[in-house]
């Protein structure tokens, strides 16, 4: 958002390029739950785009983008997070633009700035993300561009590099005092926080998902539903991904014709579907866990109603899983 | 509402979460001549706000809205 209107600043037209790799953390999470949020349901790149004037190309990358998750050139950060070739990726998608959708412009920018992030924003990664991703010195960035060699846009005279910035490290503090300046009183999320590729639960919960189906691979509903509820994996060969509220069985139910699915017939509770190859054996495992979790955990026996993908559907009677039977180890993620 | 002589196209987003309906409108207004009306039948309520937010910065003008239970409904004029 700075980077871009510094640039505006300069009276150069932008237009932004917002990217949906499958794993962002707003948009999904927020439609999904049924929480009361007190922040509007907003996509934050729309928002940024309203209020800086421009217009926003958002583009489905998520297939294209498996390689980068699956076979990171330059590694993984903290967790399954491969931010430096993401970010090599993104700016050759954003290039791509220019040939494939017929987007006539002359550089690209980012909002990079140098030390911002341990992994992907250090000095010694700037040069290999302009080289990498094909942009070389056509990549300019506005927040840090003092810190680094002149840019072809500094170069050519259609950026003043004078009015760039030498921004760097961690602290924040100078976007701030500059968003202040041009007058923006909220903004998204600072970077890194966006995606779910950086967060420790999630990753475990990517690598089980690997692990269970020996092969390093998945599908968008795949990565989708890491995002949704809890996943309990009693035996090897299946987990179970139980609502948490309201909005996560809705979701989960549009799953329903993909998965076996179990509800608990005589009281109110989650939806569970179970992903792998259950035994019948399993499934009434699987029915105890589920009882677990619905408002007949006290009972001593309850109906769960089995569904398969064809929709037949048979009644079966349970025990609830008493707490301490319920393995901590189970639990996908933790 | 719609212009004379100008057939509704449809757009079916339902099922799918943001930014996605965003996206898959995006691409089939790429595909329509201006003027068009282009139906958007969704169910994520992001929807509300994320597609007339993506009109407002293409210029393209949401002459409809309509929310029951959880049926969302979008009639957009397309710009030049």
Redesign the interface.
């Known amino acids: 958002m700075l980077a871009a209107r510094v640039v505006q600043e300069q009276g150069i037209h932008v237009e932004g390029v917002n990217f949906f790799t499958g794993f962002c953390v707003e948009g999904h999470t927020h439609a999904i739950r049924d929480r009361k949020h007190k922040k509007p349901k907003r996509n934050n790149a729309l928002w940024v785009a309203e209020q800086l004037g421009i217009k926003l190309h958002v583009i489905d990358i998520s297939e294209d983008y498996k390689d980068v998750v699956l076979h990171p050139r330059h590694g993984y950060g903290q967790n399954l997070n491969p931010c430096l070739d993401c970010k090599i990726f993104m700016v050759g998608k954003t290039l791509e633009l220019g040939l494939i959708d017929d987007l006539d412009f002359d550089f690209v920018l980012t909002g990079e700035v140098i030390g911002q992030r341990p992994k992907s924003q250090r000095r010694e990664t700037m040069p290999i993300i302009a080289k990498e991703s094909g942009a070389n010195d056509r990549l300019l960035r506005p927040l840090c561009a003092l810190n680094l060699p002149p840019t072809l846009p500094e170069r050519e005279g259609w950026v003043n590099r004078d009015q760039l910035f030498g921004f760097h490290g961690r602290s924040r503090k100078p976007q701030m005092e500059l968003a202040e300046k041009f007058g923006f009183s909220d903004y998204a999320q600072p970077a890194g926080g966006c995606c779910f590729l950086t967060d420790e639960t999630y990753s475990n919960k990517l690598r089980d998902l690997w692990e269970a189906r020996d092969s390093r691979d998945y599908q968008l509903d795949d990565i989708m539903l890491l995002k949704i509820g809890r996943h309990i994996r009693p035996r090897p060969h299946f987990k179970l991904i139980i609502g948490r509220e309201e909005g996560e069985n809705r979701f989960l139910a549009g799953y329903r014709n993909q998965f076996t699915h179990l509800a608990v017939t005589d009281y109110p509770g989650p939806l569970a579907l179970l992903d792998g190859n259950p035994t019948t054996t399993d499934i009434e495992l699987a029915a105890r866990i589920l009882a677990r979790y619905s408002q007949g955990r006290a009972a001593d026996k309850l109906l769960v109603t089995v569904a398969s993908v064809t929709g037949l559907t048979r009644d079966i009677e349970v025990t609830p899983m008493a707490p301490n039977e319920l393995e901590p180890s189970w639990h996908v993620g933790s | 509402m719609s212009a004379p002589n100008q057939p509704l196209k449809i757009v079916d987003v339902r099922?799918l979460?943001?930014?996605?309906p965003?996206?898959r409108m995006?691409e089939r207004v790429k595909q329509l001549t201006p003027g068009t009306i282009l139906k958007v039948l969704a169910t994520?309520?992001?929807s509300?706000?994320?597609i007339p937010?993506?009109c407002?910065?293409?210029g393209h003008t949401v002459l409809e809205t309509r929310h029951e239970n959880?049926d969302i409904q979008l009639v957009i004029r397309v710009s030049g």
Do not use: F, M
């Not at chain 2, 979460?17 to 996605?20: F, G, I, N, V």
């Open positions: 099922g979460l943001c930014p996605l965003v996206i995006q994520d309520p992001g509300l706000e994320d937010a993506w407002r910065v293409h959880h």
